[in-house]
């Protein structure tokens, strides 16, 4: 569950530091006193995305941390774990969802005090909270978004990704069978000529650091003459020749030695010209062993000067440097292997059939669940619409077959009503009225919150459209939920905040250094002036307040 929320400098949020507890809660408060920025807030640490406006102005970042218990989560410990991210104190796991979004635009996510992804804070964020806006019945006319509800309700998202899997790798496979059968000719030419390049390549057998090395040893065979000359002139003046440097330099050095025994002051020369002793030496044995490798081999120099030709030739004719050859022929294998696939139709269109039978099975599969949803769903959100004052209603998903499939499944998604205006079932868009369409939205996010994964739900003003006797059930429903999981509703109707088991108050002032948005708990009084507020506007009578404590005896 949510345990805590803290805020910094967001929108007109200075700093907020709020606890969560158990049950259902509420919040309330004055039209644009910022209720749904909190909202806003939790969904920026879940991962939303960050736009620079939400800093506060005048200040140069904004921060929001959420802090949840993981004490009977073991799926997101298991993540955790698959992501390297860890757990401080074992035995009360808690997890911190930390982003902080900066004037100039730039975002950081944080997980535990690690650096994070966005990516990973919505997938983490799937485990944890379930937040439906205040919009979310629009949402409900859209053919993927009912689809996708379905799906969810049914535990069936997985299959359906393995359908869309299977459905591309069909698709692409018949599209490679039409384009073989229609141009097998034009595949056959490209076959062919490759298959030549490649007998060329391979017959080159041409290796990828082959090239520098053939370079340096030409050079070096080509200047053979004048290098062997020149290590002979060098041994001359260094050891050989008359006058050499090196027996000069040996006498020199012992008599220094020698002078170095009289005057201390001479030793540190003696050491300097006895090191230029051993460094000269060791020139000399270098340039010795040099002369006796080094020799002239025109018959060597020719083969290099003519394997480079070949390959320059070959580099030439594809258009490429000698380095790219080996890649090219890595190239040229794959592409030939591709159109030799593709030359047996046969093979092909076996393995394109083999694909159409898995995709076929897999949407079987789906469909099955759909139907099996399709048919929990509508009564349980038929039940629920009766109790919203929509009894002559009921709630029906079709699915309707498509001929050839598609990504999606087997059928196309449609969440239907009869006996609203019409007593055949007919599309929601067609029915509901915007009243109505609310009701019926949180009919079906009651129903999937009970099936729902996650320990905390979040309605954001959910019950727009919605009053009288029919709030009353709302809040009921809430309170329900609110038995089984943590469950904050943002409200506008005391008939739903009066069944709160938690009431927050959301206040707005003007400040020195601007707007700033508060967030108070209510004690039984404060609520009971609270929901008298609600209900009668700023002018608080003695009836509006005894009407209020009706509302919360109900508790």
């Not at 053919?143 to 069909?170: I, S, Y």
Request: include cysteine; aromatic fraction near 4%.
């Amino acid at each position: 569950m949510l345990l805590s929320l803290s805020i910094r400098d967001f929108v007109i949020v200075d700093r907020l530091e709020l606890e969560f507890d158990t049950g259902f809660g509420t919040l309330t408060g004055e039209t644009g006193a910022g209720k749904s920025i909190l909202i806003d807030a939790l969904a920026l640490a879940l991962g939303e995305r960050a736009d620079p406006g939400v800093v506060r102005v005048g200040k140069e970042k904004a921060e929001v941390a959420a802090t949840f218990d993981l004490a009977r989560l073991p799926a997101v410990s298991a993540w955790l774990a698959a992501q390297d991210l860890s757990v401080e104190d074992e035995a009360a796991p808690e997890l911190i969802l930390r982003r902080v979004v900066e004037a100039g635009g730039r975002s950081r996510a944080y997980i535990n005090g690690s650096a994070a992804t966005v990516q990973q804070l919505r997938e983490v964020g799937e485990f944890l909270v379930d937040i439906h806006g205040q919009h979310a019945h629009q949402s409900l006319l859209r053919a993927d978004a009912q689809r996708e509800l379905l799906d969810t309700h049914g535990g069936l998202n997985e299959l359906a990704k393995e359908v869309a899997a299977a459905w591309k790798t069909w698709r692409d496979l018949a599209k490679t069978l039409a384009a073989a059968e229609a141009g097998s000719a034009a595949s056959l030419q490209e076959r062919d000529m490759l298959a030549w390049q490649l007998k060329e390549l391979e017959e080159l057998d041409f290796q990828p650091a082959e090239w520098p090395e053939l370079e340096a040893e030409q050079r070096r065979l080509a200047h053979a003459a004048s290098l062997i000359e020149g290590a002979q002139f060098a041994l001359a003046a260094l050891s050989e020749g008359e006058g050499a440097c090196e027996s000069l330099l040996n006498r020199a050095s012992e008599r220094l030695a020698d002078m170095a025994q009289v005057d201390a002051e001479l030793a540190e020369g003696s050491a300097i010209l006895h090191s230029a002793q051993a460094e000269i030496s060791e020139v000399i044995s270098l340039l010795r062993r040099y002369a006796d490798r080094m020799e002239q081999d025109p018959e060597r120099l020719r083969a290099i000067e003519a394997r480079q030709e070949s390959i320059l030739t070959l580099a030439r004719k594809h258009r490429v440097q000698p380095d790219d050859l080996p890649d090219l022929l890595i190239r040229l294998r794959q592409r030939h292997a591709e159109l030799e696939a593709v030359a047996d139709v046969e093979a092909l269109g076996a393995r394109t059939e083999t694909a159409r039978k898995t995709y076929a099975d897999l949407a079987a599969r789906l469909s099955a669940g759909r139907r099996k949803t399709a048919a929990s769903l509508g009564a349980a959100v038929s039940e629920q619409m009766r109790q919203l004052a929509l009894a002559s209603g009921r709630f029906e998903v079709a699915l309707t077959e498509l001929k050839e499939g598609s990504a999606n499944g087997g059928e196309q998604v449609e969440f239907r009503i009869a006996g609203l205006a019409a007593n055949e079932a007919r599309p929601l868009a067609k029915v509901a009225s915007g009243g109505e369409l609310s009701r019926i939205s949180l009919a079906l996010q009651v129903v999937a919150s009970q099936t729902a994964r996650v320990p905390t739900l979040i309605f954001d003003e959910v019950d727009v459209g919605i009053g009288g006797g029919v709030a009353e059930i709302v809040g009921r429903l809430l309170h329900q939920l609110g038995e089984t999981r943590q469950v904050l509703c943002v409200t506008h109707l005391p008939q739903v905040a009066a069944r709160a088991d938690w009431h927050w108050q959301v206040s707005k002032s003007v400040e020195n250094n601007g707007v700033s948005s508060h967030i108070a708990a209510l004690d039984a009084e404060g609520r009971v002036e609270e929901v008298a507020r609600m209900l009668g506007g700023v002018e608080l009578t003695a009836t509006t307040r005894q009407h209020a404590r009706e509302l919360l005896q109900i508790l």
